[in-house]
């Protein structure tokens, strides 16, 4: 596991380092999709760094990828067919104390990302997020519904449970804390499953279970992923959805081109 890392031979990261890891990832996931021919596209701030800065943002310190849920499940069982010692693919699945069960990760190996990872079991490497799409069922009030309940998942229950006790400052703190608790990872898999398993799929638009920003800035048509545009991307071109401008301003506004800084998290690599 991470965890077992000694310290002493790590180091802390440049944020030209940081990005060069990243983009191995990324590269290292383009050669598994161009293999197994799977699609996947720039997401969130990644993708606005391909359409603006032709590479990452200044201050990302990761990456997010969007694939249509039948690719993002074979990439997930086919991720390992294609093997380099250097990554690990993390969801669910291959780490048990992994928290997240709507996405997963692509992880570098003997690196670390953000403070606290010793106290997490779960692989904590420098990573690339990856979201599934999913079809909106073929009543979009019923998508909307279980969208907000995907959502209530992430923000109520899984996010909160990550705390520990001896953060807690009142005894309200910890019963909720100890209730929160009982929702395994493995319970809350199923629950997420169960909400987003559609038999019905409106095939014209298109909902990101996965994010928090509101079903407002979470669902798409489906006809801004129907193609692929390549634009230059550090010294990569990345796949982007062809409707990337209408999904940008869906998700942010009209005014995404406009750059805002925020916290870079510290990342260690091997010395």
């Known amino acids: 596991m991470i965890n077992e890392i000694d310290m002493s031979s790590m180091r802390r990261a440049s944020v030209d380092e940081t990005h060069s890891a990243l983009l191995e990832i990324i590269k290292h996931i383009d050669k598994v999709c161009a293999k197994a021919n799977i699609r996947y596209f720039a997401a969130f701030g990644t993708l606005i760094g391909a359409v603006r800065e032709h590479g990452f943002i200044p201050w990302d310190d990761d990456a997010d990828l969007f694939m249509l849920r039948e690719d993002y499940e074979r990439f997930c069982k086919v991720f390992n067919d294609y093997p380099d010692s250097r990554f690990f693919l993390d969801n669910v699945d291959t780490d048990e104390f992994f928290f997240l069960p709507f996405l997963s990760r692509v992880c570098m190996n003997n690196t670390i990302a953000g403070g606290g990872w010793n106290e997490h079991k779960f692989h904590t490497g420098l990573w690339v997020d990856i979201y599934p799409l999913d079809y ?136």
């Open 136 to 271: 909106c069922f073929t009543d979009i009030k019923e998508t909307e519904k279980k969208y907000n309940r995907c959502k209530f998942l992430h923000t109520k229950i899984v996010y909160p449970r990550r705390q520990k006790f001896r953060h807690c400052r009142s005894i309200e703190g910890l019963l909720k804390l100890s209730v929160l608790k009982l929702f395994s990872t493995k319970l809350i898999n199923k629950i997420y499953r169960k909400t987003i398993t559609n038999n019905s799929p409106d095939k014209t638009s298109i909902v990101s279970f996965a994010s928090t920003y509101g079903w407002e800035h979470s669902k798409f048509s489906a006809s801004i992923f129907s193609e692929t545009v390549y634009m230059p991307f550090e010294d990569m071109n990345m796949p982007c959805p062809a409707g990337y401008d209408e999904l940008l301003k869906i998700i942010y506004g009209s005014d995404y081109m406009t750059p805002i800084n925020r916290s870079f998290k510290t990342v260690y690599i091997k010395k």
